[in-house]
């Protein structure tokens, strides 16, 4: 099988961040408002649900899982059917306004089953905007930028990434350790984000858009990928495998003796990094070769997953997390880009569908073993579950370098 990948040998400099459209900063803007809303209430609902509300670590396994697992489902038909109306900008607005309706459900749920419910609604609200989104980045920014593009989308995330626990902390410091209250908090960037979608986007036209699938539920749009797609999904199902829900580090944090107030700072950390990275290594992906930048991801996050293992105090933890991020920074954007490259136009919202599906059932069964794990044996047990599973997936990407290259072959 070729995997045909194109490279520059211009300087990853070239243009910078003033070459991206104006479209591409105000997607990486929603990004940041409305991660800061979700980030801030992520960072403290592990320990709410835990502690507050009495659940198990299996049973936020589940929840995690299964709201990751919903929000890969959605995608499927919120791209699929971007592609039948030629209208990505719709459908992302409805995605980002379902997810800023349920963020005050959060601070008055008094049962996990409303934690549950609401973080369900959340994740539909992602999944509805996510491949739609994914896709308006590939037809905003020139083919030859969209890994800087996509590095930028996923930069300003991971900014609302760790904006979102610093409010956390800070505000938990102003109400005294009322999570309730502080959870209140996320429902002002999330009204920002939606705002800042609805008038500062403007959607460019696709010539032909109703040229593509003829019913926006159909297998058309799967037959119509190659084989080049499926090879990048199937890499990076089994890359999902070896990580889960980042709930784990929450939880981690709080494991090894961090008062419910510093707890947060586990995010901060973590995303921190993950913003700093995700540019840069997007524009690396516009000119390295994907297996060197996956080999890399997968490396940084064994070396993470065994130091959250072997954690006995607070140091060892914020070093793991930030590795964590490290690899973020280094795969998601690169991942993104090549479903962009391989999907054809036309059926780009679906591509990204699939795509995210695969990934969050493979989310969805790291997360549930994840927590059964940390039930059954401890906390390391999880972390070092991971370690193996990316330990293998090296070792399949090293075993897959050994076929014989063809001379127009990118990938290795």
């Known amino acids: 099988m070729k995997l045909k990948f194109s490279y520059s040998r211009r300087s990853p400099l070239d243009g910078g961040l003033q070459a991206l459209p104006a479209g591409i900063w105000a997607l990486g803007f929603v990004s940041l408002f409305m991660d800061t809303s979700s980030e801030l209430i992520h960072s403290l609902l592990p320990v709410f649900m835990a502690t507050t509300l009495g659940a198990s670590m299996t049973t936020i396994g589940l929840i995690e899982g299964i709201a990751e697992a919903t929000a890969a489902v959605t995608k499927v038909f919120s791209g699929t059917i971007s592609d039948y109306l030629g209208k990505r900008k719709l459908l992302a607005v409805l995605g980002y306004g379902?997810?800023?309706?349920?963020?005050?459900?959060?601070?008055?749920?008094?049962?996990?089953?409303?934690?549950?419910?609401?973080?369900?609604?959340d994740?539909?609200?992602?999944?509805?905007?996510?491949?739609?989104?994914d896709a308006l980045v590939a037809?905003?920014?020139?083919?030859?930028?969209?890994?800087?593009?996509?590095?930028?989308?996923?930069?300003?995330?991971?900014?609302?990434?760790?904006?979102?626990?610093?409010?956390?902390?800070?505000?938990?410091?102003?109400?005294?350790?009322?999570?309730?209250?502080?959870?209140?908090?996320?429902?002002?960037?999330?009204?920002?984000?939606?705002g800042l979608l609805v008038f500062g986007v403007s959607e460019p036209d696709r010539a032909g858009s109703q040229a593509g699938l003829k019913n926006p539920i159909t297998l058309t749009?799967?037959?119509?990928?190659?084989?080049?797609y499926w090879l990048v999904v199937t890499i990076s199902a089994v890359f999902t495998l070896a990580r889960f829900s980042e709930a784990f580090l929450v939880l981690r944090a709080q494991s090894v003796g961090l008062a419910i107030g510093q707890v947060p700072v586990i995010m901060i950390v973590m995303n921190i990094v993950y913003a700093v990275t995700a540019y840069p290594a997007g524009i690396l992906t516009d000119r390295m070769t994907p297996r060197a930048l996956l080999a890399m991801g997968l490396a940084v996050l064994i070396v993470a997953d065994v130091l959250l293992a072997a954690a006995a105090s607070p140091l060892p933890t914020f070093i793991g997390?930030?590795?964590?991020?490290?690899?973020?920074?280094?795969?998601?954007?690169?991942?993104?880009?090549?479903?962009?490259?391989?999907?054809?136009?036309?059926?780009?919202?679906?591509?990204?569908?699939?795509?995210?599906?695969?990934?969050?059932?493979a989310l969805l069964l790291a997360s549930v073993m994840a927590g059964a794990l940390w039930s059954a044996i401890g906390a390391s047990a999880t972390f070092l579950s991971g370690a193996a599973f990316a330990t293998l997936t090296l070792i399949g990407l090293t075993m897959y370098r050994r076929k014989p290259p063809a001379t127009s072959n990118k990938w290795s």
């Open 139 to 194: 037809e905003i920014a020139p083919p030859e930028r969209r890994g800087a593009a996509y590095g930028l989308r996923q930069a300003l995330d991971s900014v609302g990434a760790f904006v979102g626990p610093l409010l956390a902390v800070a505000f938990l410091g102003w109400f005294a350790n009322d999570i309730r209250s502080v959870l209140w908090i996320a429902v002002v960037p999330a009204v920002i984000s939606v």
């Open 221 to 228: 749009g799967v037959k119509g990928l190659s084989r080049r």
């Open 98 to 121: 379902l997810a800023a309706v349920t963020k005050p459900v959060f601070p008055l749920a008094n049962t996990i089953g409303w934690v549950f419910a609401a973080r369900f609604v």
């Open 321 to 361: 997390a930030a590795l964590w991020g490290l690899h973020m920074g280094i795969t998601q954007g690169l991942f993104a880009k090549l479903v962009a490259d391989t999907a054809p136009d036309e059926l780009r919202g679906t591509a990204f569908g699939i795509f995210n599906l695969v990934g969050g059932g």
């Open 123 to 133: 994740r539909i609200g992602k999944g509805i905007r996510g491949a739609p989104r």
